[in-house]
Every structure is written in structure tokens, then in C-alpha cells.
T-cell receptor, first 114, second 113 residues
Framework: NAGVTQTPKFRVLKTGQSMTLLCAQD?????MYWYRQDPGMGLRLIHY???????AKGEVPDGYNVSRLKKQNFLLGLESAAPSQTSVYFC?????????????FGPGTRLTVT | AQSVTQPDIHITVSEGASLELRCNYS??????LFWYVQSPGQGLQLLLK??????LVQGIKGFEAEFKRSQSSFNLRKPSVHWSDAAEYFC???????????FGAGTRLFVKA
């Protein structure tokens, strides 16, 4: 099993450009999450999904959109990137029924917006 | 609102010395508590978790943590640190009502030879 994978690993954007980050998991997990990690702030939840076709806002959703058309994929979109979105983005998945809220993380995407 | 506090931004210990990383939480009910480790350039990996029962829980890589309800704490310990333990450590609490995990800001561990 590959676990949780994220594409791309690195990206540099100019202000106003758009991009999509892809997260894929092969563990058949119901829940998926997008976090951003900034120095001294831990992980902050952007959006999450508790099943295929459903999404919800987290703590810092502004400027981001998500979609979960397939159970194994969770996409994070930036429609018009801003320098404040420079961060490391992590995707995670979870199956609370079988693994008690343990989250499995991808390796991260480092995004720089200039 | 639920919260997790890790008072130490960074800690330096000598290889072979003991380690304790502090974590305090604010949560109304019995919490589900976690410690995760993040090696440089990697995602987070679960070290251990506490749901109920024995308040001393064992994890991977020789780590353990003790839940103390009276102090609202869940400190992580290791009796003898190895250079490979240098990483960032995150304490977390699960909001079982909202399907969301709240993470602390993290403690970066440096290990000196």
C-alpha cells in the first residue's frame, strides 16, 4: 500500500495564479483532511470530508476550495493564490470506525507564492 | 473551545539523556489524546494514543506518555534519547463530536552528541 500520496511535492506560484493539489489514499478511509502548517502554529484544518461527495469547512477555509468526487481522492484548489498562502500543505485520512481517530498523513506539498 | 498547549517551542537534550515533552489540553469531556512525530521533510506519524484505561500508554520507538486528568496533561517521555529522535513532536486532542483533531503548535527536539 502506498498509504497517502500528495502531488506535487513542491510548487512556486505567482500571485493570482491558480492550482490544484491532489491527495490520494489507498486505505479505503472515509474521512480526509487538508491542513496547512506554518512555523509556530502547528497544523490548521482547511477543509475536511467525511465521505465521497461531502465536504466541510475547517478552521481556515478562506481562499481554498475542495472536492471529493471519488472516495480515494481529495483535491484542494487555490483559485487566486496570495503570498499568505505560502505554506506546507498536508493531507490526511482516517477511518474512525476501525482505527480510532488515528490520522495517516501524506508527505506534504511545499507551496511558495511570490 | 478545545485547545492544546505545548509550552516548549524547542528542547535540546544530549544523546542518552531522558526526555519529557509537555502537553496540556482543554476539553470538557474525557479526551482522546495523541502524540505524533514529524521528521524533517516528512508527514506526521502516530507515536501513541490514549482513549481510556491505563493512564500510562506505550508507543513506538520506545516512547510512553502519561495521562493525568487532574493536571489536564499528557506528557511524552523517553528514558534514553537517540540522535534519530530529533524531530518535531505534536500533541493532539480529538473533538469526537466534530470529527476534528486539534493539534498543538509542536515542540522541536534537538539531540546533541
Amino acid at each position: 500500500n502506498a498509504g497517502v500520496t500528495q502531488t506535487p511535492k513542491f510548487r512556486v506560484l505567482k500571485t493570482g495564479q491558480s492550482m490544484t493539489l491532489l491527495c490520494a489514499q489507498d486505505m479505503n478511509h472515509e474521512y480526509m483532511y487538508w491542513y496547512r502548517q506554518d512555523p509556530g502554529m502547528g497544523l490548521r484544518l482547511i477543509h475536511y470530508s467525511v465521505g465521497e461527495g461531502t465536504t466541510a469547512k475547517g478552521e481556515v477555509p478562506d481562499g481554498y476550495n475542495v472536492s471529493r468526487l471519488k472516495k480515494q481522492n481529495f483535491l484542494l484548489g487555490l483559485e487566486s493564490a496570495a503570498p499568505s498562502q505560502t505554506s506546507v500543505y498536508f493531507c490526511a485520512s482516517e477511518n474512525p470506525r476501525t482505527q480510532g481517530y488515528e490520522q495517516y498523513f501524506g508527505p506534504g506539498t511545499r507551496l511558495t507564492v511570490t | 473551545a478545545q485547545s492544546v498547549t505545548q509550552p516548549d517551542i524547542h528542547i535540546t537534550v544530549s544523546e542518552g539523556a531522558s526526555l519529557e515533552l509537555r502537553c496540556n489540553y482543554s476539553y470538557g469531556a474525557t479526551p482522546y489524546l495523541f502524540w505524533y512525530v514529524q521528521s524533517p521533510g516528512q508527514g506526521l506519524q502516530l507515536l501513541l494514543k490514549y482513549f481510556s484505561g491505563d493512564t500510562l500508554v506505550q508507543g513506538i520507538k520506545g516512547f510512553e506518555a502519561e495521562f493525568k486528568r487532574s493536571q489536564s496533561s499528557f506528557n511524552l517521555r523517553k528514558p534514553s534519547v537517540h540522535w534519530s529522535d530529533a524531530a518535531e513532536y505534536f500533541c493532539a486532542v480529538v473533538n469526537t463530536g466534530g470529527f476534528k483533531t486539534i493539534f498543538g503548535a509542536g515542540t522541536r527536539l534537538f539531540v546533541k552528541a
